[in-house]
């Protein structure tokens, strides 16, 4: 396990590689952002969304993916009045949500002033597949991942949308695999296919468990289908430099606010991810994967974008990355059927032994972050 001379992530996160230098494939792409022409790809889009303003039936211009989150929230502010299209907000509705993320949702929307379409997927078919996904994976958000893909596909078919607009590529932005496609001309056909369903195939994971009947929005349409309706999904993060604070700040102005009692456990900030209660022991899972997880992505991400020093992110991440996720523990025991018992022997098979200790009875690193 080794971590980045640039930045905290380790070689231990898939899909990521650390060269000769000391520095990994996600400082690396992001240096290679500066020798982009941003404005030539500005026109690029700007021109195609010209040539289909005004024709779709139904008014709708593009389809924006959003959870009232900071970075969706300027998605949708950026389709509308930088690019002049008429969008349509697509959220799929989270299993509990918090109060930041039903208040920034509902701002968002009616501060922009677009319509909002939600997918509400049968509660009892989402839990299920969550419950399996952890006990076989520990991945229990892989359902989640899969109904927002598949769901905003299926409803831009729907009503015919042309565009279909992305944030940013996670492989670019924080190291993974990369689809050619995505490079080449920030396509997100090839979404359905990335890093976040590696570990297991759909149909092995949900194999016995789950009525075929109910899984419409699990099922993403072929890309042939989207292509022979003429629907284009994109990256917006293709067109534009990725900057997480800066949305931040457009999104303050459209009513989005962080978590009002601060960063929750393991967290260096407090305004990402913060609309649902099931993301963060999704999240901690990694840390026992693969030896880091919510701090060492944050503080990563900062860094990249100039806003901290290497050797203040390793601090700020030593202080809090054996944090556990307590606040929403007991949300999810409760939703996944669990006892305590139960979820720390799931846990703890998921524990890489090549990467941890024990010391004086705690687990800690072998390889800690310097």
């Known amino acids: 396990m080794r971590y980045c ?7 231990t996160k898939p899909g990521l590689t650390i060269a000769e230098d000391g520095v990994c494939s996600a400082c690396k792409s ?3 952002k500066k020798n982009i022409d941003w404005r030539r790809r500005y026109v690029l889009l700007k021109e195609f969304c010209e040539s289909i303003k005004g024709k779709n039936e139904y008014g709708y211009d593009c389809l924006v993916p959003i959870s009232g989150g900071k970075d969706s ?4 502010y950026c389709m509308k009045f930088v690019y002049g299209l008429n969008p349509l907000a697509v959220t799929i509705d989270a299993h509990i949500k918090t109060p930041e993320g039903i208040q920034n949702l509902n701002k968002s929307v009616s501060s922009l002033g677009v319509d909002l379409i939600r997918v509400n997927v049968r509660p009892n078919t989402l839990a299920k597949i969550r419950r399996e996904a952890f006990l076989k994976i520990g991945n229990p958000n892989y359902g989640e991942h899969r ?7 299926r409803t831009a078919l729907s009503y015919n949308i042309p565009l279909v607009v992305w944030g940013e590529d996670i492989g670019v932005e924080f190291g993974g695999n990369v689809s050619k496609s995505s490079i080449d001309s920030g396509s997100a ?10 570990e297991i195939a759909f149909d092995d994971l949900i194999e016995g468990q789950v009525d075929e009947n109910t899984l419409f929005f699990y099922d993403h349409p072929e890309k042939s289908l989207l292509a022979e309706n003429n629907i284009k999904s994109i990256y917006l ?3 534009q430099w990725w900057d997480g604070f800066k949305h931040l700040q457009v999104a303050k102005n459209f009513g989005f606010k962080g978590r009002l009692a601060g960063p929750l456990s393991g967290n260096i900030i407090n305004y990402d991810n913060i609309d649902e209660r099931l993301c963060e022991v999704h999240n901690w899972l990694k840390m026992l994967k693969f030896g880091f997880w919510r701090p060492h992505d944050e503080a990563s991400y900062l860094i990249v974008n100039n806003y ?5 992110a390793v601090e700020r991440v030593n202080k809090v990355k054996y944090d556990f996720p307590f606040e929403y523990f007991n949300d999810f025991l ?18 890489n032994k090549d990467l941890w200790k024990k010391i004086n009875g705690n687990w800690r690193l072998i390889y800690e972050l310097m």
């Open 308 to 312: 901290i020093t290497r050797e203040e």
């Open 5 to 11: 001379k640039k930045c905290v992530l380790p070689s």
């Open 189 to 198: 056909e090839d979404l359905i296919n990335n890093d976040l369903f590696r």
């Open 237 to 239: 993060g293709f067109y």
């Open 30 to 32: 992001v240096q290679a």
């Open 73 to 76: 929230t300027y998605q949708l």
């Open 147 to 153: 109904v927002v893909f598949s769901a905003v596909a």
């Open 334 to 351: 409760e939703y996944h059927q669990l006892n305590e018992y139960q979820f720390w022997e799931v846990a703890e098979r998921y524990r």
